[in-house]
Protein backbone atom coordinates (compact mmCIF):
# COMPACT_ATOMS: atom_id res chain seq x y z
CA UNK A 1 0.00 0.00 0.00
CA UNK A 2 1.30 3.51 -1.16
CA UNK A 3 1.58 6.56 0.87
CA UNK A 4 -0.49 8.33 -0.66
CA UNK A 5 -3.46 5.21 -1.08
CA UNK A 6 -6.91 6.57 -0.77
CA UNK A 7 -8.08 5.14 3.53
CA UNK A 8 -10.55 2.31 3.86
CA UNK A 9 -13.07 5.16 4.60
CA UNK A 10 -12.64 7.30 1.15
CA UNK A 11 -10.01 9.94 2.50
CA UNK A 12 -6.90 11.26 1.15
CA UNK A 13 -5.50 12.90 4.61
CA UNK A 14 -8.39 15.19 5.83
CA UNK A 15 -10.05 15.43 2.10
CA UNK A 16 -12.64 12.71 0.35
CA UNK A 17 -14.97 11.08 2.17
CA UNK A 18 -18.88 10.50 1.02
CA UNK A 19 -20.92 13.14 1.85
CA UNK A 20 -24.32 11.89 0.62
CA UNK A 21 -27.69 11.77 1.39
CA UNK A 22 -29.53 9.18 2.68
CA UNK A 23 -31.13 7.64 -0.82
CA UNK A 24 -27.65 7.39 -2.53
CA UNK A 25 -26.20 5.18 0.50
CA UNK A 26 -27.30 1.99 -0.86
CA UNK A 27 -25.54 2.58 -4.52
CA UNK A 28 -22.67 4.50 -3.31
CA UNK A 29 -21.83 1.42 -1.02
CA UNK A 30 -22.49 -0.92 -3.63
CA UNK A 31 -19.87 0.70 -5.73
CA UNK A 32 -17.64 0.74 -3.09
CA UNK A 33 -18.02 -2.18 -2.26
CA UNK A 34 -17.22 -3.46 -6.23
CA UNK A 35 -14.66 -1.22 -7.48
CA UNK A 36 -11.65 -2.85 -6.79
CA UNK A 37 -12.78 -5.96 -7.32
CA UNK A 38 -14.17 -5.31 -10.45
CA UNK A 39 -10.92 -3.56 -12.40
CA UNK A 40 -8.62 -6.00 -10.69
CA UNK A 41 -10.58 -9.15 -12.29
CA UNK A 42 -8.82 -10.02 -15.16
CA UNK A 43 -11.81 -10.10 -17.69
CA UNK A 44 -11.99 -6.25 -16.81
CA UNK A 45 -8.20 -5.64 -17.77
CA UNK A 46 -8.33 -7.59 -20.88
CA UNK A 47 -11.53 -5.73 -22.22
CA UNK A 48 -10.64 -2.10 -20.77
CA UNK A 49 -7.05 -2.88 -22.24
CA UNK A 50 -8.35 -3.98 -25.49
CA UNK A 51 -10.69 -0.87 -26.16
CA UNK A 52 -8.04 1.70 -24.90
CA UNK A 53 -5.53 -0.10 -27.48
CA UNK A 54 -7.71 -0.61 -30.64
CA UNK A 55 -10.96 2.29 -29.47
CA UNK A 56 -9.06 4.65 -28.19
CA UNK A 57 -5.48 4.27 -30.11
CA UNK A 58 -3.39 3.61 -27.15
CA UNK A 59 -0.78 3.72 -26.30
CA UNK A 60 -0.23 7.21 -26.49
CA UNK A 61 2.96 8.87 -28.05
CA UNK A 62 5.84 9.94 -25.52
CA UNK A 63 6.95 13.02 -27.98
CA UNK A 64 10.32 14.53 -27.24
CA UNK A 65 9.58 17.98 -28.32
CA UNK A 66 13.04 19.57 -29.33
CA UNK A 67 12.13 23.12 -29.58
CA UNK A 68 10.49 23.32 -25.80
CA UNK A 69 13.79 21.45 -25.07
CA UNK A 70 15.54 24.20 -26.41
CA UNK A 71 14.05 26.88 -25.03
CA UNK A 72 13.85 25.53 -21.50
CA UNK A 73 17.31 24.14 -21.66
CA UNK A 74 16.06 20.57 -20.53
CA UNK A 75 14.91 17.90 -22.00
CA UNK A 76 11.10 17.85 -22.62
CA UNK A 77 8.57 15.15 -23.86
CA UNK A 78 4.88 15.17 -24.32
CA UNK A 79 2.34 12.63 -23.16
CA UNK A 80 0.03 13.13 -25.55
CA UNK A 81 -3.43 12.27 -24.92
CA UNK A 82 -4.54 14.76 -27.68
CA UNK A 83 -4.01 11.95 -29.70
CA UNK A 84 -6.81 9.66 -28.25
CA UNK A 85 -9.91 9.00 -30.36
CA UNK A 86 -12.46 12.47 -29.00
CA UNK A 87 -9.59 14.25 -28.49
CA UNK A 88 -8.65 13.95 -24.93
CA UNK A 89 -7.93 11.96 -21.83
CA UNK A 90 -11.51 11.95 -20.54
CA UNK A 91 -12.17 8.86 -22.95
CA UNK A 92 -10.07 6.60 -20.79
CA UNK A 93 -12.32 7.00 -17.87
CA UNK A 94 -15.72 6.60 -19.72
CA UNK A 95 -14.30 3.53 -21.01
CA UNK A 96 -13.23 2.28 -17.65
CA UNK A 97 -16.45 3.21 -15.87
CA UNK A 98 -19.09 2.49 -18.20
CA UNK A 99 -17.67 -1.80 -18.47
CA UNK A 100 -17.94 -1.45 -14.66
CA UNK A 101 -21.64 -0.09 -15.04
CA UNK A 102 -22.46 -3.30 -17.15
CA UNK A 103 -20.98 -5.48 -14.77
CA UNK A 104 -22.75 -4.10 -11.90
CA UNK A 105 -25.75 -4.71 -14.11
CA UNK A 106 -26.80 -0.99 -14.50
CA UNK A 107 -28.84 -0.25 -17.27
CA UNK A 108 -29.03 3.51 -18.00
CA UNK A 109 -26.15 6.48 -17.95
CA UNK A 110 -26.15 9.38 -16.20
CA UNK A 111 -23.40 12.11 -16.54
CA UNK A 112 -22.98 16.21 -15.61
CA UNK A 113 -21.02 18.13 -18.34
CA UNK A 114 -19.50 21.84 -18.79
CA UNK A 115 -17.66 22.43 -21.92
CA UNK A 116 -19.24 18.97 -23.25
CA UNK A 117 -16.20 17.25 -23.37
CA UNK A 118 -16.59 14.59 -20.86
CA UNK A 119 -20.54 14.71 -22.29
CA UNK A 120 -19.08 13.80 -25.42
CA UNK A 121 -16.89 11.20 -23.87
CA UNK A 122 -20.09 9.61 -21.95
CA UNK A 123 -21.83 9.59 -24.93
CA UNK A 124 -19.30 8.10 -27.21
CA UNK A 125 -19.18 5.20 -25.22
CA UNK A 126 -22.78 5.06 -24.46
CA UNK A 127 -23.41 4.73 -28.40
CA UNK A 128 -20.19 2.11 -28.49
CA UNK A 129 -22.20 0.19 -25.61
CA UNK A 130 -25.89 0.41 -26.44
CA UNK A 131 -26.70 2.18 -23.36
CA UNK A 132 -29.02 5.19 -22.99
CA UNK A 133 -26.97 8.47 -21.95
CA UNK A 134 -28.91 11.87 -20.12
CA UNK A 135 -26.28 14.24 -20.14
CA UNK A 136 -27.34 17.58 -18.03
CA UNK A 137 -25.57 20.57 -18.85
CA UNK A 138 -26.19 24.36 -17.72
CA UNK A 139 -28.03 26.26 -20.11
CA UNK A 140 -25.32 28.67 -20.27
CA UNK A 141 -23.40 26.00 -21.13
CA UNK A 142 -25.74 24.49 -23.65
CA UNK A 143 -25.57 28.03 -25.40
CA UNK A 144 -21.81 28.53 -25.57
CA UNK A 145 -20.94 24.90 -26.54
CA UNK A 146 -23.10 24.41 -29.13
CA UNK A 147 -20.72 21.85 -31.09
CA UNK A 148 -20.50 19.74 -28.24
CA UNK A 149 -24.11 19.63 -27.20
CA UNK A 150 -24.94 18.39 -31.41
CA UNK A 151 -22.35 15.95 -31.04
CA UNK A 152 -23.99 14.27 -27.99
CA UNK A 153 -27.04 14.24 -29.92
CA UNK A 154 -25.63 12.76 -33.27
CA UNK A 155 -24.17 10.22 -30.68
CA UNK A 156 -27.28 9.28 -29.41
CA UNK A 157 -27.55 11.16 -26.06
CA UNK A 158 -30.50 13.05 -24.36
CA UNK A 159 -28.74 16.91 -23.34
CA UNK A 160 -30.96 17.92 -20.46
CA UNK A 161 -29.97 22.08 -20.21
CA UNK A 162 -30.44 22.74 -16.16
CA UNK A 163 -31.65 26.34 -15.34
CA UNK A 164 -30.93 26.33 -11.99
CA UNK A 165 -27.99 28.60 -10.05
CA UNK A 166 -25.52 29.99 -12.37
CA UNK A 167 -26.83 27.26 -14.96
CA UNK A 168 -22.92 26.09 -15.62
CA UNK A 169 -21.14 22.81 -14.57
CA UNK A 170 -22.01 22.75 -10.76
CA UNK A 171 -25.34 23.11 -11.24
CA UNK A 172 -25.47 20.41 -14.18
CA UNK A 173 -23.79 17.90 -11.18
CA UNK A 174 -26.14 18.65 -8.46
CA UNK A 175 -28.51 17.79 -11.41
CA UNK A 176 -27.23 14.66 -12.28
CA UNK A 177 -26.82 13.59 -8.60
CA UNK A 178 -30.89 14.67 -8.10
CA UNK A 179 -31.31 12.09 -11.04
CA UNK A 180 -29.83 9.40 -9.58
CA UNK A 181 -31.13 9.64 -6.36
CA UNK A 182 -34.66 8.85 -8.59
CA UNK A 183 -33.36 5.91 -9.92
CA UNK A 184 -30.95 4.32 -7.66
CA UNK A 185 -31.42 0.93 -8.88
CA UNK A 186 -30.81 0.71 -12.61
CA UNK A 187 -28.56 4.06 -13.45
CA UNK A 188 -24.49 4.65 -13.17
CA UNK A 189 -23.38 8.24 -12.74
CA UNK A 190 -20.28 8.49 -14.62
CA UNK A 191 -18.18 11.17 -12.84
CA UNK A 192 -15.95 12.79 -15.46
CA UNK A 193 -13.22 13.56 -12.91
CA UNK A 194 -11.33 12.83 -9.71
CA UNK A 195 -14.44 14.39 -7.51
CA UNK A 196 -17.94 13.43 -5.93
CA UNK A 197 -18.13 10.86 -2.90
CA UNK A 198 -15.84 8.30 -2.44
CA UNK A 199 -14.75 5.51 -4.73
CA UNK A 200 -14.90 8.32 -7.30
CA UNK A 201 -12.03 10.30 -6.70
CA UNK A 202 -10.04 7.30 -6.01
CA UNK A 203 -11.71 4.81 -9.38
CA UNK A 204 -11.29 7.58 -11.72
CA UNK A 205 -7.94 7.91 -10.64
CA UNK A 206 -7.06 4.23 -11.22
CA UNK A 207 -8.53 4.63 -14.52
CA UNK A 208 -6.54 7.20 -15.29
CA UNK A 209 -3.75 5.59 -14.22
CA UNK A 210 -2.65 4.19 -17.77
CA UNK A 211 -1.20 7.37 -18.67
CA UNK A 212 1.60 6.75 -15.91
CA UNK A 213 2.04 3.50 -16.48
CA UNK A 214 2.70 4.19 -20.12
CA UNK A 215 4.80 7.32 -19.15
CA UNK A 216 7.14 4.68 -17.63
CA UNK A 217 7.72 1.94 -19.77
CA UNK A 218 8.24 4.25 -22.81
CA UNK A 219 10.61 6.33 -20.82
CA UNK A 220 12.61 3.22 -19.80
CA UNK A 221 12.97 3.02 -23.39
CA UNK A 222 13.71 6.43 -24.27
CA UNK A 223 16.14 7.45 -21.75
CA UNK A 224 16.53 4.11 -20.00
CA UNK A 225 14.70 4.44 -16.55
CA UNK A 226 11.55 4.86 -15.55
CA UNK A 227 11.13 8.32 -13.58
CA UNK A 228 11.59 11.81 -14.88
CA UNK A 229 12.63 14.97 -12.98
CA UNK A 230 9.34 16.82 -13.50
CA UNK A 231 5.77 15.63 -14.13
CA UNK A 232 3.47 18.73 -15.04
CA UNK A 233 -0.26 18.86 -15.62
CA UNK A 234 -2.75 20.75 -16.32
CA UNK A 235 -5.68 20.24 -13.09
CA UNK A 236 -9.19 21.14 -13.35
CA UNK A 237 -11.16 18.38 -10.67
CA UNK A 238 -7.54 16.56 -11.43
CA UNK A 239 -8.46 13.34 -13.65
CA UNK A 240 -5.31 13.64 -16.43
CA UNK A 241 -3.25 14.71 -13.36
CA UNK A 242 -3.84 12.17 -11.08
CA UNK A 243 -3.05 9.83 -14.61
CA UNK A 244 0.02 11.57 -14.83
CA UNK A 245 1.78 11.00 -11.20
CA UNK A 246 -0.41 8.11 -10.12
CA UNK A 247 2.08 5.77 -10.59
CA UNK A 248 5.23 8.38 -9.73
CA UNK A 249 3.66 9.66 -5.82
CA UNK A 250 5.80 7.07 -3.82
CA UNK A 251 9.19 8.64 -5.91
CA UNK A 252 10.18 11.78 -4.44
CA UNK A 253 12.74 12.70 -6.56
CA UNK A 254 9.73 13.13 -8.94
CA UNK A 255 8.23 16.61 -8.41
CA UNK A 256 5.24 17.59 -9.56
CA UNK A 257 3.66 20.37 -10.79
CA UNK A 258 0.23 21.46 -11.72
CA UNK A 259 -1.06 24.13 -13.45
CA UNK A 260 -4.37 25.45 -12.50
CA UNK A 261 -6.39 27.82 -14.32
CA UNK A 262 -5.41 31.43 -12.19
CA UNK A 263 -7.97 33.21 -15.01
CA UNK A 264 -7.13 37.21 -14.96
CA UNK A 265 -5.17 36.90 -11.66
CA UNK A 266 -5.72 34.89 -8.14
CA UNK A 267 -6.52 38.53 -6.35
CA UNK A 268 -8.83 39.82 -9.59
CA UNK A 269 -11.72 37.89 -8.16
CA UNK A 270 -11.81 36.27 -11.90
CA UNK A 271 -10.12 32.74 -10.93
CA UNK A 272 -10.71 28.62 -10.99
CA UNK A 273 -7.18 28.67 -8.53
CA UNK A 274 -8.61 25.90 -6.46
CA UNK A 275 -5.71 25.10 -4.77
CA UNK A 276 -4.40 28.46 -4.37
CA UNK A 277 -7.49 29.92 -3.08
CA UNK A 278 -9.75 26.81 -1.77
CA UNK A 279 -10.80 26.98 1.73
CA UNK A 280 -12.00 23.38 3.11
CA UNK A 281 -15.44 22.54 2.66
CA UNK A 282 -17.60 20.21 1.18
CA UNK A 283 -19.23 20.41 -2.48
CA UNK A 284 -20.77 17.48 -4.64
CA UNK A 285 -19.92 14.55 -1.83
CA UNK A 286 -16.86 14.76 -1.18
CA UNK A 287 -14.79 17.33 1.70
CA UNK A 288 -11.63 19.05 -0.24
CA UNK A 289 -10.60 23.12 -1.06
CA UNK A 290 -13.55 25.19 -2.25
CA UNK A 291 -14.31 28.19 -3.39
CA UNK A 292 -15.82 30.02 -1.14
CA UNK A 293 -17.02 33.02 0.47
CA UNK A 294 -17.26 33.69 4.50
CA UNK A 295 -20.94 32.26 4.39
CA UNK A 296 -19.63 29.32 3.08
CA UNK A 297 -21.40 30.39 0.01
CA UNK A 298 -19.72 28.37 -3.46
CA UNK A 299 -17.93 31.08 -5.32
CA UNK A 300 -18.31 31.18 -9.39
CA UNK A 301 -15.05 30.24 -10.33
CA UNK A 302 -13.39 32.02 -13.60
CA UNK A 303 -11.15 30.75 -16.07
CA UNK A 304 -10.70 31.25 -20.24
CA UNK A 305 -10.90 27.39 -20.31
CA UNK A 306 -14.09 25.68 -19.82
CA UNK A 307 -12.81 22.42 -18.94
CA UNK A 308 -10.83 23.99 -15.52
CA UNK A 309 -13.21 26.48 -14.29
CA UNK A 310 -14.33 24.13 -11.12
CA UNK A 311 -15.31 25.73 -7.91
CA UNK A 312 -13.45 22.37 -6.01
CA UNK A 313 -10.65 20.16 -6.31
CA UNK A 314 -9.99 16.29 -6.34
CA UNK A 315 -9.39 15.22 -2.83
CA UNK A 316 -5.91 13.36 -3.74
CA UNK A 317 -4.47 17.12 -5.10
CA UNK A 318 -5.43 18.59 -2.28
CA UNK A 319 -3.55 16.31 0.11
CA UNK A 320 -0.63 16.20 -1.92
CA UNK A 321 -0.08 20.29 -2.55
CA UNK A 322 -1.14 20.41 1.83
CA UNK A 323 1.62 17.69 2.01
CA UNK A 324 4.17 19.38 0.04
CA UNK A 325 4.65 16.43 -1.92
CA UNK A 326 2.98 18.71 -4.86
CA UNK A 327 3.28 22.27 -6.04
CA UNK A 328 0.46 24.21 -7.68
CA UNK A 329 1.06 27.26 -9.86
CA UNK A 330 -1.87 29.51 -10.69
CA UNK A 331 -1.43 30.22 -14.08
CA UNK A 332 -3.57 33.12 -15.92
CA UNK A 333 -5.51 33.14 -19.40
CA UNK A 334 -2.69 35.19 -21.14
CA UNK A 335 0.13 33.19 -20.32
CA UNK A 336 -2.05 29.95 -21.21
CA UNK A 337 -2.99 31.54 -24.82
CA UNK A 338 0.60 32.34 -25.13
CA UNK A 339 1.86 28.82 -24.50
CA UNK A 340 -0.94 27.68 -26.84
CA UNK A 341 0.33 29.74 -29.75
CA UNK A 342 3.86 29.08 -28.98
CA UNK A 343 3.44 25.12 -29.25
CA UNK A 344 1.72 25.68 -31.82
CA UNK A 345 4.21 27.82 -33.99
CA UNK A 346 6.98 25.73 -33.02
CA UNK A 347 5.84 21.97 -32.72
CA UNK A 348 2.87 22.31 -35.07
CA UNK A 349 0.72 20.91 -32.39
CA UNK A 350 -2.52 23.37 -31.27
CA UNK A 351 -3.30 22.09 -27.59
CA UNK A 352 -6.18 22.66 -25.58
CA UNK A 353 -6.56 25.65 -23.30
CA UNK A 354 -6.37 23.69 -20.32
CA UNK A 355 -3.14 21.52 -21.85
CA UNK A 356 -1.56 25.36 -22.43
CA UNK A 357 -2.11 26.02 -19.14
CA UNK A 358 0.45 23.45 -17.84
CA UNK A 359 2.63 24.69 -21.10
CA UNK A 360 3.00 28.00 -19.65
CA UNK A 361 3.76 26.13 -16.16
CA UNK A 362 7.35 25.76 -17.87
CA UNK A 363 8.15 29.32 -18.24
CA UNK A 364 7.70 29.55 -14.55
CA UNK A 365 10.41 26.62 -13.53
CA UNK A 366 14.19 26.70 -13.63
CA UNK A 367 15.72 23.43 -15.07
CA UNK A 368 18.99 21.78 -14.97
CA UNK A 369 20.33 20.35 -18.37
CA UNK A 370 19.96 16.94 -17.31
CA UNK A 371 16.10 17.17 -16.35
CA UNK A 372 14.24 14.95 -17.83
CA UNK A 373 10.46 16.87 -17.92
CA UNK A 374 7.13 15.00 -18.84
CA UNK A 375 4.49 17.17 -19.56
CA UNK A 376 0.74 15.40 -20.25
CA UNK A 377 -1.21 17.27 -22.78
CA UNK A 378 -4.49 16.49 -21.84
CA UNK A 379 -6.11 17.33 -25.42
CA UNK A 380 -6.12 18.67 -28.51
CA UNK A 381 -7.50 22.24 -29.04
CA UNK A 382 -9.35 22.09 -32.15
CA UNK A 383 -12.90 22.70 -29.63
CA UNK A 384 -11.02 25.85 -28.81
CA UNK A 385 -10.46 27.64 -32.48
CA UNK A 386 -12.84 30.40 -31.91
CA UNK A 387 -10.94 31.49 -28.70
CA UNK A 388 -7.82 30.96 -30.31
CA UNK A 389 -8.39 33.14 -33.80
CA UNK A 390 -10.37 35.87 -31.17
CA UNK A 391 -6.69 36.54 -29.36
CA UNK A 392 -4.65 35.66 -31.84
CA UNK A 393 -1.35 37.56 -32.07
CA UNK A 394 -1.85 39.98 -35.18
CA UNK A 395 0.92 39.98 -38.04
CA UNK A 396 3.28 38.01 -38.64
CA UNK A 397 2.70 36.19 -35.55
CA UNK A 398 6.19 35.61 -33.81
CA UNK A 399 7.15 32.27 -31.97
CA UNK A 400 8.96 34.12 -28.91
CA UNK A 401 6.89 33.70 -25.53
CA UNK A 402 7.19 37.09 -24.23
CA UNK A 403 6.52 38.98 -27.30
CA UNK A 404 3.17 36.76 -28.24
CA UNK A 405 2.14 37.73 -24.43
CA UNK A 406 2.66 41.23 -25.00
CA UNK A 407 0.36 40.80 -28.22
CA UNK A 408 -2.87 38.88 -25.65
CA UNK A 409 -2.32 41.50 -22.96
CA UNK A 410 -2.38 44.47 -25.84
CA UNK A 411 -6.24 42.42 -27.15
CA UNK A 412 -8.99 44.75 -25.29
CA UNK A 413 -10.88 42.15 -23.95
CA UNK A 414 -8.36 40.39 -22.07
C1 LIG B 1 -11.77 18.23 -18.91
C2 LIG B 1 -10.41 18.56 -19.35
C3 LIG B 1 -9.40 18.93 -18.42
C4 LIG B 1 -9.66 19.12 -16.96
O1 LIG B 1 -10.09 17.99 -16.28
P1 LIG B 1 -9.17 17.16 -15.30
O2 LIG B 1 -10.11 16.22 -14.65
O3 LIG B 1 -8.54 18.11 -14.34
O4 LIG B 1 -8.15 16.46 -16.12
C5 LIG B 1 -8.13 19.15 -18.90
N1 LIG B 1 -7.84 19.06 -20.21
C6 LIG B 1 -8.77 18.72 -21.13
C7 LIG B 1 -8.37 18.64 -22.57
C8 LIG B 1 -10.09 18.47 -20.74
O5 LIG B 1 -11.00 18.13 -21.66
Given at each position: MGQYDVSNTGYFGRYGGAYIPEILQHCVEELRHSYRTIIDD?????????????????????????????????????????????GAHKINNAIGQILIAKRMGKKRIVAETGAGQHGVATATVCALMGMPCVVYMGETDVKRQRPNVEKMRLLGAEVRPVMSGNKTLKDACNEAIRDWCCHPEDTFYLIGSTV??????????????????????????????????????????????????????????????????????????????TLNVGEEGVLH??????????????????????????PGIGPLHAHLVKEGRATALPINDDEAL?????????????????????????????????????????????????????????????????????????????
Open positions: PTFTTEFEDLLQNYVGRPSPLYLSRSLSKIHGCRIYLKREDLNHTGPHPYPDMVARLQSIISTEIRQQLTAKEGKPTPDYLVACIGGGSNAAGTVFHFLDEPNVKIVYAEAGGKGIESGLTAAGFRSLVMQDSDGQIVEPYSISAGLDYAAAYELNRLDGILPALESAHALAALHRLSFKPEDIVVLTLSGRGDKDMDTYLKYAPAGECPTDFDTIRLNVNHHSDI
